[in-house]
């Protein structure tokens, strides 16, 4: 699988426990404790899917995803929210999230969320290099 995912979340055991449970199930793990350090990670790295925590203190998750897909908008990101924040997690999903899980979540259900979302994002880059394909096919008249 090896499917590259960055974990983001200020809660620094659950991250870690979470990490060594995916690493284990061969995907690569990268953390950030904050939105902030979410983005610059983002920004200088390759990221398949970001795993995102709904309620952070500083850049929230809301405010994290709406950068992250400004900045790379084929990263596909699974919301995590804790009870009572449902609704913002389907705000999320309006911003364009894969999906979103509650905390506690199955590790189980979400590397089989992982593995759908890094399904999607390899479906979207293979749709736009066939694209630019056929475009440079029809402009040289190949």
Same mark, same amino acid.
């Given at each position: !699988? *090896?499917?590259?995912?960055?974990?983001? $979340?200020?809660? &620094?055991?659950?991250? &870690?426990?979470?990490?060594?449970?995916?690493?284990?199930? *061969?995907?690569?793990? &990268?953390?950030?404790? *904050?939105?902030?350090?979410?983005?610059?990670?983002?920004?200088?790295?390759?990221?398949?899917?970001?795993?995102?925590?709904?309620?952070?203190?500083?850049?929230?998750?809301?405010?994290?995803?709406?950068?992250?897909?400004?900045?790379?908008?084929?990263? &596909?990101?699974? !919301?995590?929210?804790?009870?009572?924040?449902?609704?913002?997690?389907?705000?999320?999903? /309006?911003?364009?999230?894969?999906?979103?899980? !509650? /905390?506690?979540? #199955?590790?189980?259900?979400?590397? $089989?969320?992982?593995?759908?979302?890094?399904?999607?994002? /390899? #479906?979207?880059? #293979?749709?736009?290099?066939?694209?630019?394909?056929?475009?440079?096919? /029809?402009?040289?008249?190949?």
């Amino acid at each position: !699988m *090896n499917i590259r995912v960055l974990l983001v $979340d200020d809660e &620094e055991q659950f991250v &870690e426990v979470l990490a060594q449970r995916l690493q284990a199930r *061969n995907c690569h793990v &990268e953390s950030a404790f *904050n939105g902030d350090d979410a983005i610059e990670f983002i920004n200088a790295h390759e990221v398949d899917v970001v795993v995102l925590d709904v309620l952070m203190p500083g850049r929230d998750g809301i405010e994290t995803l709406r950068e992250i897909k400004r900045i790379k908008p084929l990263v &596909e990101v699974i !919301m995590l929210t804790g009870h009572g924040t449902v609704e913002t997690a389907i705000q999320g999903m /309006k911003l364009g999230a894969y999906d979103y899980l !509650m /905390k506690p979540t #199955d590790t189980t259900e979400l590397v $089989d969320k992982i593995t759908k979302a890094h399904q999607r994002k /390899k #479906d979207q880059e #293979d749709r736009i290099r066939q694209a630019e394909v056929d475009r440079l096919v /029809k402009t040289r008249g190949w």
